[in-house]
């Protein structure tokens, strides 16, 4: 039976069959703001300059990455600090097939169609052999598992001065040409120069959609049921006939195939990477995007990238209107800006637990919930 349009426009969530009511834009305020939205990102290399469009793009890596994490964190319940291993087994897997060789370091200077899927692949391999030993803890226990990988891998970066450049000196990423199309070249388009940030900055955007409608539909679909109901009540969802190393393994894998582009992408937009680089405090970073943007959901992880991600700027740009803060290392103040950087994400994230577990985007949800039922307060 079809509804008609006038009593659809009135009733924009009455739905007459399963098919509309589980679209993934099922109302017709989602279509319109995502698609105001995407436009707004697609037009930013037109208005920003070279410095704001690398932060840009640093978002969007971010974002990549934070969905893997939540994935995992989120929407399988399994709290994981070595997301930062699983980037940097990436971002060396991307360098050595897609890089240049040299005097101490290995390089092949493949085509980014072979190495940035193999960044993704070869972590998520990783995470698939890995990830029985995780299945058989849950909790705290995870959590110390996955910050031992950590700590190992960090190790063996510093030792394979072959792949790594070694501790220290680090090694240049791949080259970003898709078939012999330089993403780091500037471009004119509809009569207006691109900047090369502002290329790759829309090549991290397109597969950030993509790969975030991929996620969304993973949720929707009995493969995140499956993880909803692990995350919530192991024991029930095995009593149920949900296989829990099974389903562990899929979201570990696919949190470390996310993970492992997100390295790729990452070391090619900084330009350089060294094995400290992929640390606890990179993990932290990931965490702080998970917590405060929001847990389980696909579009939180974005709000938190830019949250964690711009909020540095923010305070190095106020610094100096602070008399406690020192717009630079050494520089006379009681914190300096990282230092603050730190606390502050210390402090958002014990907020957002306590008042808000669903972070940026259960806020969102609050104040649209007020607005459509306003003035009636239930």
């Known amino acids: ?52 469009l690398g932060l840009a793009t640093q978002v969007v890596v971010y974002a990549l ?25 990436g971002a060396y897997t991307a360098a050595l097939l897609g890089g240049t060789g040299g005097a101490t370091v290995r390089g092949y200077e493949l085509d980014l169609l072979v190495w940035l899927p193999l960044a993704g692949v070869v972590p998520a391999l990783f995470g698939w052999v890995v990830a029985p030993l995780a299945a058989r803890v849950k909790g705290l226990y995870l959590a110390i598992l996955t910050l031992g990988l950590l700590f190992v891998g960090e190790h063996v970066f510093k030792e394979a001065s072959w792949l790594t450049g070694g501790s220290g000196l680090g090694r ?22 691109i900047p090369a940030e502002g290329v790759f900055y829309l090549f991290c955007l397109i597969l950030l959609v993509v790969l975030g409608v991929l996620a969304r539909n993973l949720a929707r679909s009995r493969t995140g049921r499956a993880f909803a109901a692990v995350r919530d009540r192991d024991i029930a969802a095995e009593v149920m006939g949900v296989p829990l190393v099974r389903t562990k393994r899929l979201a570990f894998t ?53 949250f964690v991600v711009l909020m540095p700027r923010f305070i190095e740009t106020f610094a100096g209107s602070l008399p406690f803060i020192a717009g630079t290392v050494g520089a006379p103040g009681i914190l300096n800006v990282f230092q ?13 637990l306590v008042l808000e577990p669903r972070g940026l985007f259960g806020i969102w949800i609050r104040v649209r919930n007020y607005f459509r ?4 307060s239930y």
């Open 1 to 52: 039976m079809s509804v008609p349009r006038a009593v659809r426009r009135g009733r924009p969530e009455l739905y007459s069959d399963y098919a509309a009511d589980m679209a993934l834009l099922n109302t017709p305020a989602k279509r319109a703001w995502s698609a105001a939205i995407l436009v707004a990102a697609v037009a930013l290399p037109l208005l920003l300059d070279r410095d704001l």
């Open 65 to 89: 990455a934070g969905i893997g994490l939540n994935l995992i964190a989120g929407y399988a319940g399994q709290l994981s600090l070595g997301h930062a291993f699983f980037m940097g087994l």
């Open 172 to 193: 240049a990423p791949a080259e970003a040409v898709v078939l012999g199309f330089d993403l780091y070249e500037a471009r004119v388009l509809l009569g207006r120069e």
């Open 254 to 306: 696919l949190s470390s195939f996310y993970a492992g582009v997100a390295g790729a992408l990452l070391t090619v937009l900084l330009g350089y990477t060294t094995p400290e680089r992929w640390n606890l405090l990179l993990s932290i970073d990931f965490l702080a995007v998970v917590l405060i943007g929001g847990v389980a959901t696909v579009t939180g992880p974005i709000a938190g990238a830019a």
């Open 340 to 352: 603050l950087q730190r606390m502050l994400f210390g402090v958002m994230i014990v907020v957002f």
């Open 373 to 376: 039922a306003w003035p009636f």
